[in-house]
C-alpha cells in the first residue's frame, strides 16, 4: 500500500511565508517611518531654536532702534534689526503646530522687521550721498585757503616757516571743525528725508517689542525641546478617541 502524502506543517506553508514577507515589509516601512519622523521632528526642532534666537535678537535691536528713533529723531546706520530671516523658508514645518492667531503675530513679527531694515537701507543711500558732498565741499574749502596762503607766501620776504606753520594750524583746525558740525546725522545741515524717519518711527510704535511673551513664542520654545516621543504621545492623547 502507497504511503500517503505528508501533511506539509503550518511552518513550512506558503502561507506562513506569505505572513512573515508581510511582516518584514510592514516592520521595514515602521522603522523607515520613524527614521523620517525623526528626522522630520530634529529639523523642527533646530528651525524652531534658530527662529527664536531671532527673534530675541531682534527684539533687542529693535529696542536699541526705537531709543535712537525715539530720543533723538535718528535712524541708526549700522542698526538692523533682522540681519537673517529663517522664517520664511522653515514656518511650514510648524502650520499644524501653531494656530492661526499665532502665526500671524509671528508674520507680522517678521514682516515689520523686514520693512525696517528696507527703511534703514535706504536712509544710509543719503548718509553715502551727503558724506560724499561734505567731502567735496572740504576739498573746494580747503583749495580756497591754499590759494590764499600761496599768494601770501610768494609776498613774504621774512617768516616763510612760520606762514606754513599757521596755514597748517588753521587747515587741520578747519576741517576738524567742518567736518565735527556738518557730518553728524544730528547736525542741521546733514540732509535727511523725514519720509523715512516717520516710516521707521511708526514701525517702531507698532511691532510687538514684547513679543518673547507672547503665546506664540512659548509655542516656539515648546516645539524647540520637543522629542519625538513625546510628539507621538501627545499625538495619540489627542487621537486616542479615533484610533
Known amino acids: 500500500m502507497q504511503e500517503g502524502v505528508r501533511q506539509e506543517s503550518f511552518y513550512q506553508s506558503e502561507f506562513f511565508t506569505t505572513i512573515i514577507s508581510c511582516l518584514v515589509t510592514i516592520a521595514v516601512g515602521l522603522v523607515a517611518y520613524i ?105 573746494a574749502a580747503l583749495a580756497d585757503y591754499t590759494k590764499s596762503y600761496l599768494a601770501e607766501l610768494s609776498n613774504a620776504n621774512t617768516h616763510v616757516d612760520e606762514i606754513k606753520k599757521q596755514y597748517k594750524n588753521l587747515i587741520d583746525a578747519f576741517a576738524a571743525q567742518f567736518m565735527e558740525e556738518v557730518t553728524s546725522p544730528k547736525s542741521q545741515y546733514f540732509y535727511m528725508p523725514q519720509k523715512t524717519l516717520s516710516d521707521a518711527e511708526a514701525i517702531v510704535h507698532t511691532v510687538n517689542i514684547n513679543i518673547t511673551s507672547t503665546k506664540a513664542y512659548e509655542s516656539l520654545q515648546t516645539i524647540s525641546t520637543q522629542t519625538l516621543r513625546t510628539r507621538l504621545f501627545n499625538w495619540f492623547s489627542r487621537n486616542k478617541e479615533r484610533i
Do not use: G, M
Request: glycine share 0%; proline share 1%; net charge positive.
Open 35 to 139: 527614521i523620517y519622523q525623526k528626522r522630520r521632528n530634529d529639523t523642527k526642532r533646530d528651525a524652531a531654536s534658530t527662529v527664536l534666537l531671532e527673534i530675541k535678537n531682534a527684539q533687542k535691536h529693535l529696542q536699541t532702534a526705537k531709543e535712537s528713533i525715539v530720543k533723538d529723531k535718528l535712524i541708526k546706520e549700522d542698526v538692523f534689526v533682522l540681519p537673517t530671516s529663517q522664517w520664511e523658508k522653515h514656518k511650514y514645518l510648524f502650520a499644524r503646530d501653531l494656530n492661526s492667531d499665532e502665526l500671524i503675530e509671528i508674520n507680522s513679527f517678521y514682516e515689520k522687521c523686514r520693512l525696517y531694515d528696507e527703511i534703514v537701507r535706504y536712509n544710509n543711500t543719503f548718509f553715502v550721498k551727503n558724506e560724499e558732498q561734505i567731502r567735496a565741499n572740504l576739498q
